[in-house]
C-alpha cells in the first residue's frame, strides 16, 4: 500500500495570463509543507524559475518547447520520475504559455506503470487574461484547449476590466467547459477559502485522451542577451517598437543606470520594473505573434545587435 502521495497541479493558461505570479501565490499558501515546482518554458532561456525562491523547494526546468510535445515528453516523463523520489508533498507543474495540456493523463498513466501511483492529480488550473482573453479565444486555438482540459478556471487581472466583461469571460468559459470551476482574482491572490474550494484531495477524474501529441503552431521565438548596462532610451524605443509584434516578452536587463529591471510585456505592452537582484548577463525571452513576417524576426535580432554593440542609431522596427 502507498504511504504517502505527492499532490499533483498543473497551472497552465496563455502567454502572459499571471502563471508565474499565481504560483508565488500557491507556494506561499502552501509553506507548511514541502513543494517542488516543475517550471516549463517554450523559449531556450529560463527566466520565471529565477523569480521563485531558490532554497526553498525542489526546482527543475525544462526550456526549449511545450512538455506536450513529442521534443520533450521524454524529458518531462523522466523528471516526474526524478522528483518522485525527492521528499516533496506538492508538485506544482507550471506549463509554457502556449501548451496545449492533451497528453497530461496519457503522461501520468506512463509515469504510474514505472513508479505506481504516487502522484495524486489534484487539478488542472488555468490562468485567464482578463484584459486579452475574448480578443484572443476565437483566434488561438491553444487557449481553447487549455480550457477543455481545465478543472480549475482562475479570472485573473479582474482589476484591469468591468464587471460585465468578467460576466461575459465567466459565459464563454462554461461554453467550453461547462463543468469548469471559476475563481476571480487580481494579481493571481488567492485566498485561503478560494484554495479550500479550488483543492480537493480526491483525485481528479481523468477524460480520455488522443494518441498523438499536441503541437505549437506559428510559434517563433527569438532570445536576446547582453553582457553591460544599455542606454535606457534605446532599449526602451526598441522594445516598445517590438511589442506591437509579439505576444510576451519577458527577462531581466541591466541599464546604463546599473541597476537591474524586469521587463514584462503582454500582446503590446511594455513595463520595466526595478528589481533588487543582479544577474550574469541580461537575458529577454521574446514570443512574436502567429504568422510573423521572418523579416521581422530578422529585423528585431539585427538591431539588437546594433544596440548591444553600443551602434543603435534611430532604426525602428516598423520598417
Known amino acids: 500500500m502507498q504511504e504517502k502521495q505527492i499532490h499533483l497541479f498543473l497551472i497552465n493558461g496563455f502567454l502572459g495570463s499571471g502563471k508565474t505570479t499565481f504560483l508565488l501565490k500557491l507556494l506561499s499558501l502552501f509553506s507548511s509543507q514541502k513543494c517542488g515546482v516543475l517550471m516549463n518554458e517554450f523559449g531556450e532561456i529560463g527566466i520565471d524559475g529565477l523569480l521563485l ?99 480549475v478556471a482562475i479570472i485573473n487581472k479582474i482589476d484591469l476590466v468591468t464587471p460585465k466583461r468578467v460576466l461575459e469571460i465567466k459565459h464563454k468559459l462554461r461554453s467550453i467547459n461547462s463543468r469548469i470551476k471559476i475563481i476571480r482574482t487580481s494579481f493571481g491572490d488567492l485566498s485561503q477559502d478560494k484554495l479550500e474550494k479550488m483543492y480537493s484531495k480526491r483525485k481528479v477524474v481523468e477524460k480520455d485522451f488522443p494518441g498523438t501529441f499536441a503541437t505549437t503552431k506559428s510559434a517563433i521565438d527569438i532570445s536576446l542577451r547582453a553582457n553591460h548596462g ?48 543582479t544577474y550574469s548577463q541580461s537575458m529577454i525571452v521574446v514570443i512574436f505573434k502567429e504568422r510573423v513576417e521572418e523579416k521581422i524576426v530578422s529585423r528585431a535580432e539585427s538591431l539588437w545587435v546594433l544596440i548591444t554593440t553600443r551602434e543603435a542609431n534611430e532604426n525602428t522596427i516598423c520598417s
Not at 526546482?59 to 523528471?79: K, M
Request: glycine share 6%; net charge negative.
Open 230 to 277: 544599455l542606454d535606457s532610451q534605446k532599449v526602451r524605443e526598441y522594445f516598445s517598437e517590438l511589442a506591437k509584434k509579439t505576444r510576451r516578452m519577458k527577462g531581466f536587463i541591466q541599464l546604463d543606470d546599473g541597476q537591474w529591471y524586469y521587463l514584462d510585456s503582454v500582446n503590446g505592452s511594455l513595463s520595466l520594473t526595478q528589481t533588487g537582484s
Open 53 to 151: 525562491p531558490q532554497n526553498e523547494l525542489e526546482l527543475i526546468e525544462i526550456n526549449g518547447g511545450s512538455i506536450f510535445c513529442q521534443c520533450r515528453h521524454d524529458t518531462f516523463v523522466e523528471e516526474l520520475i526524478q522528483l518522485s523520489t525527492t521528499p516533496i508533498d506538492v508538485l506544482f507543474i507550471e506549463a509554457s504559455g502556449l501548451a496545449d495540456p492533451v497528453t497530461m493523463d496519457k503522461d501520468l498513466q506512463i509515469v504510474r506503470k514505472k513508479i505506481g501511483e504516487i502522484y495524486a492529480y489534484s487539478g488542472n488550473i488555468c490562468l485567464i487574461d482578463s484584459l486579452h482573453f475574448i480578443s484572443l479565444v476565437d483566434v488561438v486555438q491553444t487557449i481553447e484547449k487549455q480550457i477543455q482540459y481545465a478543472s
